[in-house]
């Protein structure tokens, strides 16, 4: 097979081109506003190839913008929102979850005694699969942000948060399984 396809148009190479000056011209205006708001690197730059992406997509339509500027920003503002409704979002989730968890320890009947919860508690912890295990220390124990353990770990923010709500899912299922063997003894 040949490296230039028979269908190889022309109007590709000028939108690659058209898209590569696009990027080289607005990729740094658009981190620096998105790292002023949400005041991290790693966000920034997420959000940021977001933008890029959806103007890949659309690459067909670009000669019909009129205002580039205009539209990138807004597209920038629209990704920074969405990124702020779902961080709300889960973090709401997040304290409706330990709230739980707290109701179902302090719910417990005087015959559990506060040490054999916390030793359930402990044993749920090691039950964690090792990442999860050390992504859900880091942040109860040490008291790290999300964005802190996502650059200790190297890995991403979304990997962090899907590994915390996981880990809370199965700590509270854990406790909530055994908590009732316990009663029944």
């Not at 008291?143 to 802190?148: E, P, V, Y």
């Not at 923010?157 to 399984?177: G, M, Q, W």
């Amino acid at each position: 097979m040949s490296p230039a396809s028979p269908y190889h148009d022309q109007n590709d190479d000028v939108l690659q081109q058209l898209f590569n000056e696009l990027f080289r011209e607005h990729e740094h205006k658009l981190y620096a506003f998105v790292v002023k708001v949400l005041r991290s690197d790693a966000q920034a730059k997420d959000i940021v190839q977001d933008v890029f992406l959806k103007l890949w997509t659309i690459r067909e339509q670009l000669h019909e913008i009129g205002n580039m500027d205009a539209f990138l920003y807004r597209l920038t503002e629209n990704k920074v929102y969405d990124y702020l409704r779902a961080a709300a979002t889960r973090e709401k989730t997040r304290q409706e979850l330990w709230l739980r968890i707290r109701q179902a320890g302090e719910a417990m009947p005087d015959q559990l005694e506060t040490k054999e919860y916390h030793t359930l508690i402990q044993q749920a912890i090691h039950r964690l699969p090792p990442q999860r295990k050390t992504i859900y220390l880091l942040s109860k124990q040490e008291g790290l942000k999300q964005q802190q353990i996502a650059r200790e770990l190297q890995i991403s923010p979304h990997t962090v948060r899907n590994h915390l709500a996981e880990a809370f899912k199965s700590i509270r299922n854990y406790v909530k399984k055994n908590l009732q063997s316990l009663l029944s003894l």
